[in-house]
């Protein structure tokens, strides 16, 4: 057994049943801190999928989930919250193995997923529609339902978290979910799964189907039965998603990649800013959609800037997940190319080279390590400065004037989130205003926490918004009633 918690890692949750892959095959996940094998997962497909959405399908027509109350739900989901919680060490632990990720961020991640579960749960109950100003004669009013069967595909850089905000805030809705974790990293979700079924959540509620995203994943998208689909992962995945689900016209939820910046100014305070622009970057291996992987610096400033990063990157420690040092693995041997890529591109440039964080001298040479690596006077066209990387790169890219920095920001494909630091109450609100992404923070960068605030994307990080009150209405359709009554 790979956990305390009682899963097999080769079965999938359909209805009530942990089950075998209908085709009976299997894949291999790896330990990206020793590149072994870690567990086998059920190579689920098009069968799979299809029994998962009538599993749902009948949990709400016929099930105890489609029956109960939006306070009977906030109270599952809070039971399923609290049940996280006790198990956020062995959760952690498996994340660790899974992911790559150093063991106090994984437990970060257990208690985001409560913490997601607890806000859903006591927000159910508080969703409500309206009533209207109409005709003479008539009542009109507004209420919110559900879509109905919900389809979730996530990636594997923060599997608990995003499971939290997307499958959270549909079930507090009273949707019944198909979850399909990614090929990487799925350990956690199926203890998950497993959790939320001893804690009380009702069968067909949520249903989890493992395998290839070219599989069990299109074949999820493309499937007539299901209402709506919330996808998070690259652009060009996104896309397939989309096209697979307009042939049913299905409303679509796309949270894709980013090329984040942090903004500098002269006049900001560099003591609390300096932490938030490294671990924004390097963070889960710097694998994290918001990560911070632009840092746009006044003259007056940078050199000061790029010294003390400097510093920070040098005192990295980069290890194997479960020494829980401050950098892990990438994900997978293919990761590690892309990453080792770019920075090859940065030696072959010529960009100067600010820092590189060591390996500890007794990380396992099968792991997928990546230096964490800062690269300087990075032209602001350049495909470092373009493309998102998802490795532990940061560039630093420097500016004159306000508006160069503000065109510099919004000058990718992308526009998730951007911080920016600045003394200047009238420039942090000109910022704010001006720059293309779902969220700005200013002298702070709140990256993977903030469960009340809506997230997501413009431009090609997606559209939709998961995470905060906002979510509740992304999983659920407004009906108007009009009722004439003389
Ligand atoms: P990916 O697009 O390769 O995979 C994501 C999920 O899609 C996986 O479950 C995968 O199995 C599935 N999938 C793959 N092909 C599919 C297909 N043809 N049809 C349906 N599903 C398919 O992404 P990834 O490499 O796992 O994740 C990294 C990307 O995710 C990065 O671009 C990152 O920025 C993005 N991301 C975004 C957010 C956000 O909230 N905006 C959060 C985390 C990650």
Redesign the pocket.
Known sequence: MISNIPFDPRLMLIGDAWRDAAGGDTLPLSNPSDGSVLANIARGGAEDVDAAVAAARHALDHGAWGRMTATERGRVLSAVGRAVIEHADELARLEALDVGKPLRQGRGDALALARYLEFYGGAADKVHGDTLPYQAGFTALTWREPHGVTAH??????PMQ?VGRSVGAALAMGNACVL?????ACLTVLAFARIAQQAGLPPGALNVVT????E???????HGGIDHIS????????S??QA?AAKHTIPVT?????KSPQIVFDDADLDAALPYLVNAGIQNAG?????ASRIVVQRGVYDEVMRRMAERYRALRVGPALSDLDVGPV?SRR?HGIVSHYLAVARDSGLPIAAQAELVPDAPAGGYYVRPTLVADVPESHGLAQE?I?GPVQVLIPFDAEADAVRIANGTDYG?VAAVWTRDGGRQLRMARALKCGQVFINNYGAGGGVELP???VKR??HGR?KGFEALYGFSSLKTVAIHHG
């Open positions: 595909i996530v990636p594997w850089n923060y995003i399909k974790p990614a090929e990487e395998g290839l995203g070219e069990a994943g299109a074949a999820l998208s493309a996808f998070t992962g690259s652009v060009a995945t996104g397939l998603v697979a796309l949270e894709l990649g980013g694998q994290t959609c918001s990560a994900i990761q998102e998802f998730l997230f997501g994307g990080s997606g998961e």
